[in-house]
């Protein structure tokens, strides 16, 4: 008699050989301490019971997404491969691609972000600084309007440098803070009400990844669908009727 398949809590969007990637849900965490819910603990234990494995089984991070943040994310599965993996990033040839929802209007269609930000010691936040402030790092990115209402616009960005909060201080910084964003001053909400903030959603998204598979010669291009917090949103929806064409889940 077969096994009934194992339903991972999350929606894997690629697997082949040791690279695996899925689709973070906002407010879990990418990776944490023991007796904290993380996704890098239920991908494991979903590999462990889909293997029959009871000890421990190799699984690399080689990226994270903030907590308050959906979309994809890879892991891999074997060293090799996650070292590989890890210099694409690191040499930045792997194209990430996010969607935000921001309060507030750029003024151009597209263009890029230049600043220099860094973490503020001792607080889960960052700040834009002189770049010869101590511990200041370049930040780039690149930027898409794809929608736009009176209030709000929706943004296609591509990561040039992986900073922390990097999308979230440099919109911010501009006075377009991420929709949902508190910490960096959004007004309004997004997603469902939750009673511990730290679970609060925001309109960022990890919406395309595409890298070259470490250990075949492929290029992995992948796309995450949107999630319900999304498709929920009465803002979100202002601005599919905008350019439905450009913004299809």
């Not at 904290?36 to 979903?46: G, M, P, S, T, V």
């Not at 309109?203 to 669908?225: C, S």
């Amino acid at each position: 008699m077969n096994e009934p398949a194992i339903t991972p809590p999350f929606e894997i969007l690629y697997e082949k050989g040791p690279c695996i990637c899925v689709q973070k849900k906002a407010g879990l965490l990418t990776q944490a301490p023991p007796g904290i819910d993380n996704l890098e603990a239920q991908l494991r234990d979903f590999c462990k019971q889909r293997e029959g494995k009871t000890g421990n089984i190799y699984l690399a991070i080689i990226h994270r997404l903030d907590r308050p943040v959906s979309g994809a994310i890879v892991f891999c599965r074997n060293v090799r491969a996650a070292q590989r993996l890890a210099a694409q990033f690191r040499e930045r040839t792997v194209l990430k691609k996010y969607w935000a929802i921001v309060e507030g209007v750029p003024v151009d269609d597209q263009g890029e972000w230049l600043d220099f930000v860094r973490k503020i010691p001792d607080v889960a936040q960052g700040e834009v600084v002189d770049e010869k402030a101590e511990g200041a790092k370049r930040a780039e990115l690149a930027y898409r309007v794809l929608a736009r209402t009176e209030q709000n616009a929706l943004l296609e960005i591509e990561l040039l440098t992986g900073r922390y909060h990097q999308i979230r201080l440099q919109a911010a910084s501009r006075g377009f803070p991420v929709l949902g964003d508190r910490l960096y001053g959004a007004s309004d909400s997004f997603g469902p009400q939750v009673e511990d903030p730290r679970h609060q959603h925001i309109a960022l998204h990890a919406r395309q990844l595409v890298f070259r598979h470490p250990m075949v010669d492929e290029m992995v291009d992948i796309t995450a669908p949107l999630t319900d917090a999304w498709n929920d949103s009465p803002i979100w929806q202002q601005l599919c009727t905008k350019r439905n064409n450009e913004v299809a889940p």
